[in-house]
């Protein structure tokens, strides 16, 4: 079941059904998906981005990654069943492959986070099977060289998931672009989390996670880097959600 919110669709499951779901893909070997993990920031960039929808439109999973998405969900009387954290998810992910055998590769992050999430990662589950990591230097959508370079590094691993840290929407269009011609079986989007992992950027406490005020930690860690999309970005998704609840009294 998917549910609407501001136009965009949400699949309604938990945590454990999504990993579930993602690694029978994978150990299947079906036809090559993907996976969103939309938020508010994300609900906000397709309200006019023609691109970005088709993105959506066509992704296998599509998974509430932010509480605001719990919330709007509630108020618009279509509850979610949890939270899907990406961080969470990546983790999770990485432990469930190490258990079946399935091969991971690490694709973009800040300059040494996949390396370090790998390392972490490794650590906790040494049966993982990390199939390589890379980090693709500032720009390089832009130079061709550098995109055959990625593509044919990753072909090479032959990964059963590939998680994908370019930040929104560039990691969707480098997925979009090249999940089918790779083969891989599920790609994921997961923003910041390989630096979250390595511990190169702080994660918000549980407490905050929880409560939904995990923005409002990385806003003050952050601020100039993250002050926009949180003060405008929200704002506007309360709005959209709003709008969303008049019209559906309306009708």
Known sequence: MRINICGVQVDDYSLDQVIEQIIAHAKSRKAPGYVVTPNAQHIVMLQNNDRFQQIYQQATLS????????WAAEFLGTPLQGRVNGTDLFEQLCQAAAE????????????????GAAQVLTTRHP?????GTYCPPYGFEADPSERERIQAVVAAAAPDILFVGLGAPKQEYWIAEHYQQLGIPISIGIGVSFEFVAGTVQRAPKLLQKTGLEWAFRLVTEPKRLWKRYVFGNSLFTWLVLKQKLTLKTN
């Open 63 to 70: 998974v509430p990654d932010g509480v605001s998405l719990l």
């Open 100 to 115: 079946v055998g399935l091969k991971v590769f690490f694709l973009g992050g800040r300059p040494g986070a996949a390396e």
């Open 127 to 131: 049966k993982l099977q990390i199939a």
